[in-house]
């Protein structure tokens, strides 16, 4: 199956700084990938879809200054979270899907960042 | 505006036992409902759905989805501690390309 792979799953960072994460789609092209927040014990909230070339369409609430993404290639996508702070502390989860995951509904998802702000 | 629904929101049973998830939603131009199997990290696909009435089966694990109802089950029987995750459902509308998740079932299976 298509494999998504995100990098780094765990980050700890001091309050200010940026941190990239990264997402990447191994043996397909997405030209479409999803990025999601998740808190503890909760569901995936969708920050963001990132189309390749052009810029990202963020959801209501989510704050485009403070999570900048990224898609400059078919492969990759990345979310920077700048100027993080101890409530940006969460876990963050790409997804792509592929032409015929479209059409099955199938989504693929990295493995998901762990970002701790310190 | 769109919405998915899950419940109960925890559960917790012993192994052996059989649960039942349940999602209603709310979504314009609905295509089909996805459930997502969630552990550690990244959810796992476990079914779509698209018709009424037909049932999915993997295993210990099926789904229905009624669309006169607007919802769908989740049932898992003879559940084991491996089952213990957090099970999403997930709708799909045709005017869009993101999926809308519902809010999530935790459930625990104890030896």
């Known amino acids: 199956g298509a494999v998504v792979s995100q990098h780094p799953s765990w980050v700890i960072c001091k309050s200010g700084t940026s941190v990239k994460i990264e997402c990447r789609s191994l043996d397909f092209q997405a030209t479409t990938m999803f990025w999601y927040r998740q808190f503890p014990k909760q569901s995936l909230m969708l920050m963001a879809t990132s189309n390749e070339g052009s810029k990202a369409t963020y959801e209501q609430g989510v704050e485009k200054d403070k999570f900048l993404i990224n898609h400059a290639s078919l492969t990759l996508s990345t979310l920077t979270v700048t100027s993080a702070h101890p409530e940006d502390s969460s876990f963050y989860i790409c997804?792509?899907?592929?032409?015929?995951?479209?059409?099955?509904?199938?989504?693929?998802f990295g493995e998901g960042s762990r970002l701790t702000v310190l | 505006e769109d919405k998915v629904v899950q419940s109960p929101l925890s559960l917790v049973v012993h192994e052996g036992d059989t649960v039942t998830l349940n999602c209603s939603y709310e979504?314009?131009?609905?295509?089909?409902l996805l459930w997502y199997k969630q552990e550690k990290k990244a959810p796992t696909f476990l079914f779509m759905l698209t018709s009424s009435g037909i049932e999915k089966k993997s295993g210990r694990l099926s789904s229905i989805l009624d669309k006169k109802e607007l919802s769908s089950i989740l049932n898992i029987t003879a559940t084991q501690t491996g089952d213990s995750a957090i099970y999403l459902c997930a709708v799909d509308a045709y005017n869009t390309d993101k999926l809308i998740f519902g809010t999530g079932t935790r459930l625990q299976v104890f030896p």
């Open positions: 979504v314009t131009n609905f295509r089909s």
């Open positions: 997804s792509a899907s592929t032409t015929s995951g479209r059409a099955t509904g199938e989504l693929f």
